[in-house]
């Protein structure tokens, strides 16, 4: 048992839903499974609208999102053309979008209501580097071999029904990434303890809507296991990027390659603004991400 809280804790005071569940994973023994998610593709309207609103820059997903902006723009550079693996609603491929105007980006989803909403969200902020297409992340059918410079994915890989389609997006990420190519790949992990799940998936249950409560419930639920998600990674992408997690309780885990662009001053100053201007509760729940994947070994550059 830990005789006392480690001075990271201490230090950088998480917020108590996170320390709670750290305690927790770091002592209990697996009681949670895996459960796939009653939608594998979400198209209904209600639904969407609920994530829609969740990630958007006021919603309780926007810190999570601007992490993951900040990792994914390290790994592509202007010119390139990055493939988004399950774009949704563009939140997430907008944001790196919009601060990476000379980068060309398709994003790839399943759903025709998710990506009526990419159209006409990316529509309203005015931008011009984005195509879309339908299309199932296991068969990227229409892509060429070595055709993409860098491919993205933003918590989507859980929605996969099992290890072996897991699988076979490593496969075919493998196969149409150019010699060189970047990759950031992060999802949700899955924790130990069910009532980990349930204590993030309740947090802000207050400033959400129900139908996203429960969907990230369903998401968490629906996590692979990391030794899982690590091993398949060990076999298709580790020429080409490294697996993080975060420390003690792996509630999200990543692929990302090696930098492939030197740090741009310009736009780490728009990363601090983009920071300031985010509610307290926001600022905290970025600076927990930070820490753990920190910890984890991946670092934040722009943050």
Known sequence: MLKYIPAFLVINMPSSTVIKAFFREFFVKQTALRETEPDLVMDDPEKVDAYSRAGREDGVMAPVYLFHCAQICEVIKPGDTVLDLGCGPATQLAMVARLNQNTNFIGMDLSDEMLSRARKYTTEQNLKNMEFQQGDITRLAGI????????????????????????????????????????????????????????????????????????????????????????????????????????????????????????????????????????????????????????????????
């Not at 933003?154 to 996969?160: E, P, R, S």
């Not at 196969?175 to 303890?193: A, N, T």
């Not at 509610?279 to 970025?286: A, N």
Request: proline share 4%; aromatic share 14%; hydrophobic share 40%.
């Open 144 to 303: 060429s071999d070595q055709s993409i410079d860098a491919v993205m994915s933003t918590v989507v890989l859980h929605h996969l029904p099992d290890l072996d389609a897991l699988e076979c997006t490593f496969s075919e990420i493998k196969r149409i990434l150019k010699p060189g190519g970047g990759i950031y790949l992060v999802d949700f992990g899955h924790l130990k303890s069910e009532q980990s799940i349930r204590d993030f998936a309740y947090q802000y249950a207050d400033r959400q809507a129900e139908l996203f409560t429960l969907d990230y419930l369903y998401s968490l639920r629906a996590a692979f296991w990391p030794n899982d998600f690590k091993e398949l990674y060990q076999k298709h992408l580790a020429g080409a990027g490294k697996f993080y997690k975060t420390l003690a309780m792996p509630y999200m885990m990543a692929i990302k390659s090696p930098a492939r662009r030197e740090l741009d001053p310009d736009l780490r100053n728009q990363f601090k603004a983009m920071v300031k201007s985010m509610p307290d509760f926001h600022q905290t729940d970025l600076k927990d991400l930070m820490l753990f994947f920190r910890l984890g070994g991946l670092k934040t550059n722009y943050l």
